[in-house]
Structures are given as structure tokens and as C-alpha cells.
């Protein structure tokens, strides 16, 4: 009975190192705005794990269902990595094209967008924000950081 109980820890260890990388590359492609292949990662997740569990049950009984989440995961990863390495080119022109007066203006656009008004009352210093949310600070990351 042991045994049992220390092959779904491995398993379930493994799975989880796994996960953090599955993480990593979804909130690397959402951050670059590659919206589809993060959520074909996390939809992946979801979807293969059941086929993979019974399966697995019909293969190899009980051990197929201790490693039926391990193995998801590591499908998962693989195909993360391979849209990494499809789209690493499109992330480097993306952070290429990016700038500290592009991230303000983008700063500022979804300050607006929220309702706050750029200098008056609801932007970042002023007297009100809509509520249940906190306005956007504009000022840009050198003054922030001289600041502190």
C-alpha cells in the first residue's frame, strides 16, 4: 500500500514541475499577445486529461489513472514549447517594436478607457475613482523609481 502512495506523490510531483513551465509558456503568450495559443494551452489542459484518464484506466489500470495527469501535462508542455519555437519570431518583432512612449500611451488609453479623466478628478492623485476601482497611476517607471 505504500508503494501506491509514493508513486502518486512522484507522479503528482512531477505533474506539478511540469505545470509551473505550462504556467510559464501561457503567460508568456497572453504578455505577447498571442491570444489564441493561450488559451489552446489552457483549454489542452482541461480537454485531454479525461480522454487520457480512461484510457489509461483501460491500459493500465490503476497506474494509468496516477499517471494519466503527469501525462497531460507533459503533452501540454510539448506543445507549448512548439508554439514557442513556431512563434518566437513574432515575439521578438513585438518587443522590438515596443517603447516607453508606446507603454505610456497605452498607460494612458486604458486610464480614459476606464472612466478616470488624464489630470482631473479619477486619474492617479485625483479626488475620485468610479467605484470598486482604483485608478491608474501615469507616471512613467523613472519617476517612480527616482521617487522612491
Known sequence: MPAIGLTVLVAQLVATVVNGFTGLFTSLFQAAGLVTP???????QGILFVPIVLLGDLWFGLAGIMWA?????????????????ASRGRIDRGLAAGSEERAEAALEQATVRRGARPGGAGAAGGASAPQGRVPLRATPLRS????A
Do not use: H, N, P
Open 69 to 85: 495527469l503527469t501525462r497531460t501535462e507533459v503533452l501540454v508542455f510539448l506543445a507549448g514549447v512548439g508554439i514557442w519555437l
Open 38 to 44: 493561450a488559451i489552446a494551452l489552457s483549454m489542452a
Open 144 to 147: 517612480r523609481a527616482s521617487s
